[in-house]
Each structure stands twice: as C-alpha cells, then as structure tokens.
C-alpha cells in the first residue's frame, strides 16, 4: 500500500501552481496529514521546497516512481481545508498563483505558538454565549438573514450607539460592582455587525469580518467584547506580530470565534463559517497591493459561494459594486427602521460669514451652530488636506514649489516649518525657485493645521484639537471643544459630536479619477455618522444631487446613478477589466488569444513611461463576468507559456527569460484619469 501526499509548493512561478504526488515514507505517515508544512525535492531532488499537505490518499498501485516526503516541518495543521479551496479558487479568479494567497493566510511559522496549541487542554471549551438582537432594524430582519444564511447590503445605524454588556461577555466580565451595566459607546456599523456576529457564535458557528484599517478594527474589538466573552474573538491584522497572527490562526481552528481584522482576516480558517461582513467595502485599504491583487469584496463573495455563509456588505454610501449585486436581486437591501438620520443641512445658497469664520470657511448659519453647540459639547469640522496649507508656491512669481529630489509637491505641516515633500518627505533646505531664483515661499489653499488656527480666533476660549496622519486620534472627551480632522481621521466621540462641518467638498470631487464620487460620500458620511442624534451636519459649498442625496440620507441614488454612466461606458463595475502589460508583442498575442471572450474596443497597447523596463506597453481588456473563468484561465496560460520560454545565449546555452507579460484582473487603476 503506497500513500500519496499531494502538495502546494511555495512558489511563486505560475508553472509550478499545480498539486504536486510525493511518496510517504512510513516513518513519516502518523504526522503528514493534511494542513501541514513539509519539505519536498523539486526536480532532480538536489533543491528542496517548502510545500503545504493538500490532500493524502493511500493506493495499491501507483503507477511510476514518485519522489518521497523528505520533511514533516510541524506536524500542527496550519492550512485548514477551507482556506485552501479559498485560495485555489480566489487565484483561479484572479489569474494568479496560489502560493501568492497561502501568503496572506498562513503566517510564518512560530513554534513557540505551535507549542502552546499542542500543549492545550482537549477537552476545554470556551463558554457558551447568548443571542443578541440586531437593534435598529425592523424585528427579525437581520435576525432571520444571519439563520438563514442570507444575504445582504445593509444601510449603518448613522449615529453612535450605547451597548450594555452582556452576561458573560469580556466587558461585563472588567466592570466593577458600581459599573457593571456602565454602556460602550461605539459606532452604529459596529453594533450590527458584532449583535449579527453574536448571533452566529451562539450556534457555535464563527464569524469572519473585514474592515479598513486599525481603528475600525478597535471599534469593532470594543463592540463585540461588549457582547462576547474574550476567548470567542480573535484579531487577524498587519500590526500583529507573527506570533499572534500564529496564535489566532491556531485558536481560530479550535472552536467558533468572531475572527477580525484587515484584508487578511478574510482569510482566516473557520470549518462552521455562519457569517462573512464587510464594513464599508469601498474603502480603498481593501484593493490588496500584493499579488494576485484580490480585493476583499470579491474574497468575501467566493467565500460565501463556497461555504454558504450569510453574508452582510455594510455601509453608509453604497459601492456601486455592491449596487450592483442590489440591482441584479443577489443582495437584498436591509435599511434601518425608524431610526433618527444625520440632520445634513446644505449651505451652497446661504450667505457667507465675516471676520475670522470667513477665512476658515465656515459660512454665517455654519458658524452660529457650530459656536452654540460648541458651549455644551465637541464640534467636529472635515477638511481635505493635512499639514498648514494644500501647498507652497513660490512668493515673488507664484510658481508651484516641488522637491528637488523626487519633483512631488512641498508642503508645511504647521506655520513656519521647513518646507518638505509630501511624496518622498525629504526637507526642501535652502529652496530656490527655479523659475525666478527666489528663496521664500507661502503657502496656498488651507490644510487642517491653517484651519485650526482659523478657527482658534473664530471660537476664541474653545479648545482646538487636530487630527490627521501624523497626529491620529481615536477618541476624545465628549466636552465643549472643536476638534478639525481630515477625511477618515475623525476620532470617536462617546454620543457623538454636537455638529459637525463639512469643508472643502468642492475640492474633494475635483480630484480626477473612476470613483471620486464614491469616496467622497463616504468621507461626508463617515463623518456625519459621528455625531450625536439630532446632531445638525452643515455640508458646505455642495449643491445638486449629492447635496440633496445627503439631506434626505437616501444614499442609494448616487450609486445607481453612477452605476447607470458605467454601463453606458463600459466601465467597471458594469463589467470586468484585465490590465496587460510588457512587451508589445507579448501583449498583443495575450489580447490575440482571447478571441471573442472580450466585449468594446481594447484599450491600448498603449507606453507606461513610468515602467523601470524600457518599452513596456499596457492594455486594456474589457469582458462580461459570464467569460470571467475563460479570461483568467487563458490569460494564465499565456502568462505560463512566457515564464517558461527559455532563450538562447551565446555559446548555445539556455537561461530563462524575464517574464515578458504580467497580468491584473479587476484593476480600476488604470481608470483614475479618465
């Protein structure tokens, strides 16, 4: 009886992205299961491999002679079977490689967190949790999705929300005798989320949820330790070290838990998956920079197909991707019931202010609320851009100042700082135009720091906090202060902010590319979402449809509308788009084998000028999502046969070539100046 382990290897050659058989020798059988790392002789053995066990099977005749399992690394079973049909099928999608998704699921090994894992107790178990109710949605709405294995776009909770901590839950479990039902303040989206997750881990079934970034993850964290006890929630994020990432992965093996976390986190294993969310899908965090470039949305959908989880796209402003699976009835569309929405009052017909207000560009009704609201609680005013202007232009000719290293724009983070390049960050010492040969500069436009200072001797008496990347805050004190934050920065409030200020929407939506319009309505959004019930949001200098879209928090409209210009272009996410680049004759036979797969004129082959390798071309390939599978697979195959070209040196001998083409499906990049 010969057994057979079937194996990944660790690979990032699209040649090599296929199950390979090695012989297991008897010495190794009792510990290479499937999950486990191995080591593996690739071709004439003299080169070893790392390799993941797929799959064992024991045969009677094996027909040939087959190299055997040089290794078991750990016998601990790190790759769970779920993850792997996962990455096989996301790669697949993708036109990628499957060791290139086995990277972002599976850390690197850490033996002291395979230690603890073996050492552990097989007959604990983590206590057993209650269901909450999903509060803020019509009775058994959200309930009934989450039993059901539904699916669905679910429109946030627009203001903060207090949870009571649950018997037996983490937060419950750290309160005193006097505070014990003391309510957690978090952010609407996150109660849902962590209530519907509850509801999944009461059945024993675990959870798995994306969001953006580091402070989404703390709000969810605070949410759902309010609901569950700590052993049923486990982190999977960039800021962990590989030791914990290992420990999660190993714990979320074990029993039901709510895995959270960043783009990875879609990725964690769960063999009774119940529920897969992400919030605010359209964030930009989740397009994966790294090979095969998935973004989360579409790892969170072959997810669901596969397990036949319910699955909750949560947001404020709707993605037109997610629109779009609303408006094909794949997604049903989940609003809140009877529940107070930001009061957004449009300021593009009122009349400016005077004085200081003015130059913080706050108009007259803007600024009496704001100054009122201000006595009794925080105000909480959106700007674009960080630092104390949006740039330097040079003082006597009025030339835009650029670093002389890297040529990006210099800025100032604050009055009187040394200019220095908002790209490469190198300091502009002793900057001379190069036009006219002056050495002062002055800052143009107002960043977030130019605002403050405004606002300081607009609000005189008022405390001024900022906000922003190099100064991030994740909460403050609900006391009378004004606190100017850019886009995405805006730290919690515990009930929300008093009023908020909308700046710099005109700006905003200047900016040039595929879904600025998108972005936007989430900034303003995510921002008005923070204030109190009630609470007045003044969005300043915007009319038409997105000013009245926001004023009736019917968010769904711009999305549809956007969706509609798309279609009528061909753009995504109305249909599917592949990006070819290399040389030009590698291109074009790509483009050449697809044949009638593709739908509209191909765009390009056209120079990247940007591309290290001198004339690299990209193109353009639109297709219909019924030919996605037959695109990637033939695009993969052009991408093997190059990879595997050998060419010949002078002398006769053979040296594999460059990869003459590389391949990205689903890249909206290529559209952010259209």
């Known amino acids: 009886m010969t057994t057979v382990a079937r194996v990944v290897l660790d690979s990032p050659l699209p040649q090599l992205d296929r199950l390979f058989d090695y012989r297991v020798p008897a010495e190794?059988?009792?510990?290479?299961?499937?999950?486990?790392?191995?080591?593996?002789p690739l071709r004439t053995g003299a080169r070893m491999s790392d390799a993941y066990v797929v799959e064992v099977v024991s045969e009677g005749d094996w027909p040939g002679e087959l190299s055997q399992v040089?290794?078991?690394?750990?016998?601990?079973?790190?790759?769970?079977?779920?993850?792997?049909?996962?990455?096989?099928?996301?790669?697949?999608?993708?036109?990628?490689?499957?060791?290139?998704?086995?990277?972002?699921?599976?850390?690197?090994?850490q033996v002291r967190a395979e230690k603890a894992w073996l050492a552990r107790d097989p007959g604990w178990s983590p206590p057993a949790v209650g269901a909450p109710p999903v509060t803020g949605y019509a009775q058994g709405v959200l309930e009934a999705l989450v039993a059901d294995h539904g699916r669905a776009a679910v429109a946030a909770?627009?203001?903060?929300?207090?949870?009571?901590?649950?018997?037996?839950?983490?937060?419950?479990?750290?309160?005193?005798?006097?505070d014990v039902t003391a309510p957690v303040w978090v952010p609407g989206w996150a109660a849902t989320i962590a209530q519907a997750?509850?509801?999944?881990v009461a059945t024993e079934q675990s959870a798995v949820v994306a969001v953006p970034d580091f402070r989404d993850v703390t709000d969810l964290e605070r949410a759902l330790l309010a609901v569950l006890p700590a052993e049923r929630v486990v982190r999977f994020d960039a800021k962990q070290t590989n030791g914990a990432r290992a420990k999660a992965l190993l714990q979320a093996r074990s029993h039901a838990v709510v895995a959270i976390g960043n783009r990875t986190a879609m990725y964690a294993p769960a063999t009774d998956l119940g529920l897969i969310a992400v919030w605010d899908d359209g964030d930009a965090s989740f397009v994966e920079p790294r090979a095969p470039y998935v973004h989360t949305r579409d790892v969170?959908?072959?997810?669901?197909?596969?397990?036949?989880?319910?699955?909750?796209?949560?947001?404020?402003?709707?993605?037109?991707?997610v629109q779009r699976l609303v408006e094909l009835q794949w997604l049903d569309d989940v609003t809140p019931y009877r529940v107070p929405t930001p009061k957004v009052i449009p300021t593009v017909q009122q009349s400016g202010a005077e004085g200081f207000a003015a130059q913080a560009r706050i108009p007259s009704t803007a600024?009496?609320?704001?100054?009122?609201?201000?006595?009794?609680?925080p105000v909480l005013v959106q700007v674009a851009s960080p630092g104390f202007g949006t740039g330097l232009v040079c003082a006597e000719c009025g030339e835009r100042a650029h670093c002389r290293i890297c040529g990006g724009p210099l800025g100032q983070p604050h009055r009187g700082a040394t200019p220095q390049c908002r790209f490469c960050g190198a300091l502009a010492v002793g900057f001379r135009c190069p036009t006219c040969g002056n050495g002062t500069v002055k800052p143009v436009g107002q960043g977030a720091q130019r605002t403050a200072d405004e606002l300081g001797r607009a609000f005189p008496g008022t405390r001024i906090v900022v906000a922003d990347g190099t100064r991030p805050l994740d909460e403050v004190p609900a006391r009378p202060s004004v606190v100017v934050a850019t886009r995405g920065a805006e730290p919690d409030v515990p009930g929300g902010y008093a009023c908020v200020l909308l700046l710099d929407g005109e700006r905003m939506l200047a900016r040039e590319g595929l879904r600025v319009q998108e972005d936007v309505l989430r900034f303003w959004t995510g921002a008005a979402a923070k204030g109190a019930p009630g609470a007045e949001v003044y969005l300043v200098g915007i009319g038409g449809k997105l000013a009245t879209a926001m004023a009736l928090w019917r968010l769904d409209g711009p999305a549809h509308d956007e969706l509609v210009d798309r279609r009528a272009l061909q753009f995504p996410p109305a249909i599917?788009?592949?990006?070819?680049?290399?040389?030009?004759?590698?291109?074009?036979?790509?483009?050449?084998?697809?044949?009638?797969?593709?739908?509209?004129?191909?765009?390009?082959?056209?120079?990247?000028?940007?591309?290290?390798?001198?004339?690299?071309?990209r193109a353009i390939v639109r297709f219909p999502y019924a030919h996605g599978a037959e695109v990637a697979a033939t695009l993969k195959a052009e991408v093997i046969r190059r990879s595997s070209t050998r060419r010949v040196l002078p002398g006769g001998n053979r040296r594999r070539a460059a990869p003459t083409l590389r391949v990205r499906l689903d890249d909206a990049e290529p559209f952010t100046e259209v």
């Open 576 to 617: 599917r788009v592949a990006t070819l680049t290399g040389t030009d004759e590698a291109v074009t036979a790509a483009v050449e084998a697809l044949g009638d797969a593709t739908v509209g004129d191909v765009l390009g082959p056209v120079p990247v000028p940007d591309d290290p390798t001198p004339g690299t071309v």
């Open 70 to 109: 040089e290794q078991v690394v750990s016998p601990v079973p790190v790759l769970a079977p779920e993850v792997w049909t996962l990455a096989r099928a996301v790669a697949d999608r993708a036109a990628g490689v499957a060791s290139d998704v086995l990277r972002l699921a599976v850390p690197p090994r």
């Open 157 to 178: 909770v627009p203001h903060p929300v207090a949870l009571t901590p649950a018997p037996g839950s983490s937060a419950a479990g750290a309160a005193g005798p006097a």
């Open 300 to 321: 969170a959908l072959v997810r669901a197909a596969q397990s036949g989880a319910a699955l909750l796209f949560v947001s404020h402003a709707r993605s037109t991707d």
């Open 367 to 377: 600024w009496r609320a704001a100054r009122e609201a201000s006595q009794h609680g």
């Open 197 to 200: 997750a509850a509801r999944a």
């Open 28 to 40: 190794l059988e009792d510990d290479c299961v499937p999950g486990v790392r191995v080591k593996v």
